[in-house]
C-alpha cells in the first residue's frame, strides 16, 4: 500500500533564494532533516548519491536536479523502513512580488507496515524548516 503525503505552503522569499536552500538541504541533510548523523555525495552521471547515516539506519538516495523546471526528485536506494521516493517543486508566482509556492510530495511505502517506525520528519515540518530558512535569509 502505498503512501503519498503532499503538502504545499508559500514562501515569502524569492524563487532563487528558495531554490539555493533546496540545493542546500541536497549538500548539507544536517540543517534541514533531524535524524541525520552523518553523510556522503557522489556523483553519478546526471545524478547524485547521497548516503546518510540516521538515527534509523543507512539511508541512501538517488537525486535528480531539474534546474529548469525547479524539480528535485529523490529516489529511496536504501533505507531500512521505507521505499519510494519524493519530489519538491517551486512554483514561481506570476507576480514580480518575492513570493512562491513550494511543494513536496512524499511517496514512501513501508516495507513492513505492522512494525514501521515512522518517518524522521513529517512532510510538512520539512516545509516549515525550509520556510523558517528562506524567510529569515531574507530578513538579513
Do not use: C
Amino acid at each position: 500500500m502505498s503512501t503519498v503525503k503532499y503538502s504545499t505552503m508559500s514562501i515569502n522569499a524569492p524563487t532563487q533564494e528558495i531554490w539555493d536552500i533546496l540545493i542546500d538541504r541536497i549538500f548539507h541533510p544536517k540543517k534541514y532533516l533531524p535524524g541525520v548523523l552523518e553523510y556522503s555525495l557522489q556523483e553519478q552521471g546526471q545524478t547524485l548519491i547521497r548516503k546518510m547515516q540516521t538515527t534509523l539506519g543507512e539511508v541512501i538516495e538517488r537525486i535528480v536536479i531539474d534546474v529548469k523546471n525547479l524539480i528535485i526528485t529523490s529516489e529511496l536506494i536504501e533505507h531500512p523502513e521505507f521505499e519510494g521516493s519524493t519530489v519538491n517543486k517551486i512554483i514561481p508566482t506570476e507576480e514580480t512580488t518575492n513570493f512562491s509556492l513550494i511543494s513536496f510530495i512524499k511517496n514512501w511505502i513501508p516495507k513492513d507496515p505492522e512494525n514501521s517506525h515512522g518517518e524522521f520528519t513529517t512532510i510538512k515540518e520539512e516545509l516549515l524548516i525550509t520556510k523558517k530558512i528562506a524567510e529569515e535569509k531574507l530578513k538579513k
